[in-house]
Each structure stands twice: as C-alpha cells, then as structure tokens.
C-alpha cells in the first residue's frame, strides 16, 4: 500500500493540542502536492528518532522536490530517514529551529547538489548526507564534529569552520572528487582513521600557516 497525493493532514496531541512528532518516514512517498501543509508550527521534530526504521523503508522514494524553511517552522530536528531516498529532491531551506540533523536524514538524494546548513545546528549525525549529489556544502560555525558525507562523490571542495574539532568516523569517506578541505581551526583537528577513507591521494589539506608542522607531525594526518 502506498500514500498518493496527500494534500494536508494535521497530527495533534490530544490533551494539548500540539504537534509534536511524526514517525520515521511516515509520509515518504507522499506525493509534493502535500505541500506546506505537512508540517506545522510547534513541531519539535521532523520525524522522530525509534526503533522501527524498517518498518518504514517501503515508504521511501516520494515525489517531493523541495524543502522550505515555511515547512519546517519549528522543527527542533529532522529526525533520521526523514527524506531517505528522496530523489526527485532538489531544493532544502533549513530553518533557525533547527540543531539536529538526523541519521540518514537526506541519504541517497541524487539530485540534492547544495545545502547551507545553519548556525543553529549543533549536531550532524552518520551518513545524514551519504550519497547525495552534494556539489556544495556550507557548514554551521557552531558544528564541533564532521560527519554524515560518506560517499559524496560530486563534492569536490569543503571548508570546515573554526568550531570543527573532530573529523568524525566515515566523515567524506570515498568522496572520489574532493581535491581541497580547507580547515580554519585555530588548533589541530583530530582525524578518524577511516574519515578520508577512499579520497584521492591528491586531496589538498589547507590549514592556518602557524599550524602545517603540527600536522605534518601528527602520525593521522601525515599518513
């Protein structure tokens, strides 16, 4: 069974009146007319994190080609597979609301080639953008670890802000296109041993100028 041309729904808490959640990929699949509609104010997360992801995979692959900031007024986080293979997806406008970004929130977007995530989030989980066409990523200044790129293999250039203390496990692993990751942290950046896993040999690493010895030394980065 599946769910076409939805065109509005509401979900509310039945003693408060409040929208507060909607399951992992419960409207995926769902045709774009859906609209606005969909999300409304007082939504503190997209779609919330469970045990039950499985049970939701046959919803997968909806229609809907772009996100606005409108849609997701008040969403605290967008929980993990909340697009999961959305790949008519082209456009997404995150709000201010946002901190979280979930795991495999946005994975295998094919035809999602930008994103700016805003200051506001604090947190990006594993492979929330694995396998996206990502071309361009603008990260938030306040993200301390990098993660959830793997497989990225459009993005061919990325700056991690100073707030950037950790290249986390799988970060842009096989990424096959990036040539530069420019790194603007006053201090040295720990390193995952299987975050640049994949990359090519060519992949240019720009650091502050006080700081290219400290890498060099470092047993992660030089190898």
């Not at 709000?95 to 946005?106: E, L, M």
């Not at 802000?161 to 986390?168: A, C, H, I, N, Y």
Request: hydrophobic residues 35%; contains cysteine; glycine residues 6%.
């Amino acid at each position: 069974m599946k769910i076409r041309a939805l065109k509005a729904f509401t979900i509310r808490d039945s003693e408060t009146g409040d929208l507060t959640s909607i399951a992992n990929g419960a409207i995926a699949d769902v045709d774009d007319t859906l609209g606005q509609s969909l999300i409304e104010d007082g939504l503190a997360e997209a779609y919330e994190d469970g045990s039950n992801n499985e049970a939701f995979q046959k919803f997968t692959n909806r229609s809907i080609t772009s996100v606005t900031a409108d849609m997701l007024e008040g969403v605290t986080k967008i929980g993990q597979y909340a697009f999961y293979a959305c790949q008519q997806l082209t456009s997404v406008t995150i709000p201010n609301s946002v901190t979280g970004i979930g795991n495999s929130a946005f994975y295998y977007c094919t035809a999602l080639e930008s994103i700016i995530i805003p200051d506001s989030v604090t947190s990006i989980e594993d492979s929330a953008f694995e396998r996206s066409g990502l071309k361009s990523v603008t990260l938030s200044n306040n993200i301390k670890k990098v993660m959830g790129f793997a497989n990225c293999q459009s993005l061919e250039s990325i700056t991690l802000p100073s707030s950037v203390t950790l290249l986390e496990w799988h970060a842009f692993k096989n990424c096959t296109s990036l040539i530069s990751i420019t790194i603007l942290s006053p201090t040295r950046i720990s390193l995952d041993s299987t975050a640049l896993e994949g990359t090519s040999d060519s992949l240019a690493i720009y650091v502050p100028t006080e700081l290219v010895d400290t890498y060099k030394e470092a047993s992660s980065w030089s190898n």
